[in-house]
């Protein structure tokens, strides 16, 4: 396995494979990977002949006052676990070697705009920016986004849509702990109190999945998930919002595939989760 830190050696390197006609496929993370990652690079291992993981803690997609400093890292737990997962290059920049100040920027504006993108309204210009940067410097066939993250995986759909990018964008299901709560680097964070109360997102989208399923409306169903999270003392709702699956816009009634999302804080730490049903 190559580590790789300048986009001038990993480019190198993917052309000369390229040129043999050998496939890539890139999983884009800011590593502290967990299992929800592992799933992602086995299915880029499945996919293809050359599998890429960027490890990068993307500094553009952070608000002034979130968890950048603070986020977890590990680069030589997260070396290990590509390596025995058969991923054939890291790449592994600092932030001077991906941006140089002033630098452009790419967003897609509309569908960012609404749940994270409400709280958070830098986060999704800096990650559109990194993955766009990471899809010039790779330049896969394919690319692998976890659907935990499902703002950002509809954000990069529309945007290699809209920009053109030859890029085969693979969504894969959430990856949760046996007791339900997704798998999340984030998920360190949490004390033992607050880990037990992280619980109340999994039980609100349990709860919301089988309503949903039962054709109860959109406010009933959103009102009974808020009801379970409220529940509990230590977590307070950032959102719990019902939009069309491809616009990231709100809706009131379920006609179309509909995305339920939830943000949630447990004391400090902001958790998301969410559902897909399929008209
Ligand atoms: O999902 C993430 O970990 C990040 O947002 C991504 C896609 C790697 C961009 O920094």
Same mark, same amino acid.
């Given at each position: 396995?190559?580590?790789?830190?300048?986009?001038?050696?990993?480019?190198?390197?993917?052309?000369?494979?390229?040129?043999?006609?050998?496939?890539?496929?890139?999983?884009?993370?800011?590593?502290?990977?967990?299992?929800?990652?592992?799933?992602?690079?086995?299915?880029?291992?499945?996919?293809?002949?050359?599998?890429?993981?960027?490890?990068?803690?993307?500094?553009?997609?952070?608000?002034?006052?979130?968890?950048?400093?603070?986020?977890?890292?590990?680069?030589?737990?997260?070396?290990?676990?590509?390596?025995?997962?058969?991923?054939?290059?890291?790449?592994?920049?600092?932030?001077?070697?991906?941006?140089?100040?002033?630098?452009?920027?790419?967003?897609?504006?509309?569908?960012?705009?609404?749940?994270?993108?409400?709280?958070?309204?830098?986060?999704?210009?800096?990650?559109?920016?990194?993955?766009?940067?990471?899809?010039?410097?790779?330049?896969?066939?394919?690319?692998?986004?976890?659907?935990?993250?499902?703002?950002?995986?509809?954000?990069?759909?529309?945007?290699?849509?809209?920009?053109?990018?030859?890029?085969?964008?693979?969504?894969?299901?959430?990856?949760?702990?046996?007791?339900?709560?997704?798998?999340?680097?984030?998920?360190?964070?949490?004390?033992?109190?607050?880990?037990?109360?992280?619980?109340?997102?999994?039980?609100?989208?349990?709860?919301?999945?089988? %309503?949903?399923?039962?054709?109860?409306?959109?406010?009933? *169903? /959103?009102?009974? &998930?808020?009801?379970? +999270? $409220?529940?509990?003392? #230590?977590?307070?709702?950032?959102?719990?919002?019902?939009?069309?699956?491809?616009? %990231?816009?709100?809706?009131?009634?379920?006609?179309?595939? *509909? /995305?339920?999302? &939830?943000?949630?804080? +447990? $004391?400090?730490?902001? #958790?998301?989760?969410?559902?897909?049903?399929?008209?």
């Amino acid at each position: 396995m190559y580590v790789t830190t300048t986009v001038e050696e990993t480019r190198q390197l993917i052309k000369g494979w390229k040129k043999e006609g050998k496939t890539v496929g890139l999983v884009p993370t800011m590593g502290f990977l967990h299992e929800g990652h592992a799933s992602l690079i086995r299915r880029c291992r499945q996919e293809n002949d050359i599998v890429v993981v960027s490890d990068f803690v993307n500094p553009t997609q952070f608000g002034p006052n979130e968890d950048l400093e603070a986020y977890p890292r590990d680069f030589k737990r997260d070396s290990d676990l590509c390596e025995s997962l058969g991923t054939d290059v890291i790449f592994h920049p600092e932030p001077k070697d991906m941006y140089c100040d002033p630098h452009a920027y790419v967003s897609i504006d509309t569908l960012s705009e609404t749940l994270c993108g409400k709280t958070r309204p830098i986060h999704f210009k800096g990650v559109c920016t990194v993955v766009s940067k990471l899809f010039n410097i790779v330049a896969p066939d394919r690319a692998y986004f976890g659907q935990k993250d499902a703002q950002q995986l509809a954000i990069i759909r529309k945007m290699v849509q809209d920009l053109n990018f030859d890029i085969e964008i693979v969504g894969c299901p959430i990856i949760r702990e046996e007791d339900g709560l997704a798998k999340s680097s984030r998920n360190t964070y949490l004390n033992p109190e607050e880990r037990k109360a992280a619980l109340c997102l999994s039980k609100a989208v349990k709860a919301g999945q089988e %309503m949903i399923s039962t054709g109860m409306e959109a406010e009933e *169903v /959103l009102a009974k &998930m808020r009801a379970i +999270i $409220g529940a509990e003392p #230590l977590a307070r709702i950032d959102y719990v919002s019902m939009v069309d699956a491809l616009t %990231m816009q709100p809706v009131d009634k379920v006609e179309k595939d *509909v /995305l339920t999302a &939830m943000a949630v804080y +447990i $004391g400090k730490t902001r #958790l998301i989760d969410n559902f897909i049903y399929e008209v």
